[in-house]
DNA sequence: TCCTCCGATGTCAGTGACTGACGTCGACTG
DNA sequence: CAGTCGACGTCAGTCACTGACATCGGAGGA
């Protein structure tokens, strides 16, 4: 017979949303959700940096999602492709069972700005470690920066497309279509050729 | 005789950044700034709405010279003519006299995640009204989302390089640099296309 | 001139996020 | 079976931030 029920973090994790959801993030005090998962505060923070990390685990594995696309595309592969395979990687992630779930945590996240904050700055780590990536993989700078900016930023856009009901589409089909239209906005039509 | 000495405002902010500089962002506290400027915390906290916002003071600033460059462009311009344009009405911010100040307030954010989150939301806002902007201007979604995150992402890495010891280019110049290449890689090089 | 209202500040008490130190006790390991 | 360890509880403390109320020079009006 174990000493404490397991699944702690697990527990905490659905009692900060849930109470999130139901009473607002400031409204919620970190003693609440321990107790909620009947655990102490002390615990709370042993397992969570700070009350906003509760809803932010498990990034790693979005990064991993990211470089995963990177490492199945070939050698050769030029940064457009780059970023287009680490969009595709992250696809897997998004599947349609989840809409229900990130469209609930994405609500809570949208109604407060401290959590906004901590959700652009996980994104702003992704990219530069997928920066990283990039420069490992060949590619100079600032060519590496750029490639990994447009990346995090097509994604963040595919996402709240996807989150959108009025969308019906896929992740990975959003994605590309967005890449496409970068693609053609940020092309100068350069006057002469467009008569 | 004035009871108060005036510029409360802006002895706070001095203060602020010369002991972030000094002791770190953690290692001082509001109370600390306060005494320096000669006031009591809560008079900090009446002028700023948390600790860090002493630093992230006069973005208003940031954004009108964004939306001026928007503004400033001519009523057919394409995406990213309006890109370009707003690239070019911040460049006027950053001018070389500024430069030993802004790599000292650099260096303390850089030194500090919570105040890197603060910047990079700040961005966000500038990104989200600038989109805003951009509609107004007829230019539709997704466009115009994709559009202003270009210019934002832009700017982050333009003002980056800017503060890079090893460049010498005006502001400016970089921008439209890092926008070109941007359109360079971002274009796909299809070979049956692009004949 | 005097009065009155106002705005920038001081004072004080309180809440809640987070931290460090230490104690507890089942489980595992030799 | 003794020792170690990991996950948790307990407690006290610091500091960010807030609301309520007091203070008093100064600007404007009677």
Redesign the interface.
Known sequence: MARWRPGTRERLQEAALELFATRGFEQTTATEIAEAAGVTERTFYRHFSDKREVLFDGQEVLLEAFLGGVRRCPADA????L?AGALQGVASFFSDERRPWSRARQAVIDAN?AL???E??KL?TIGGLLTAALRDRGIPD??A???A??AV??F??TF??WLDPAESRPFDQIAHA??D???A?????APLTRP
Chains 1, 2 share one sequence.
């Open positions: 030029s940064p457009v492709d970023v700005p906004q904050e901590r652009l700055s702003a600032p060519a920066t750029l490639a900016g447009t930023m097509v963040g856009a709240g497309r967005l890449l239209e970068l693609g906005l940020v092309t100068r039509p």
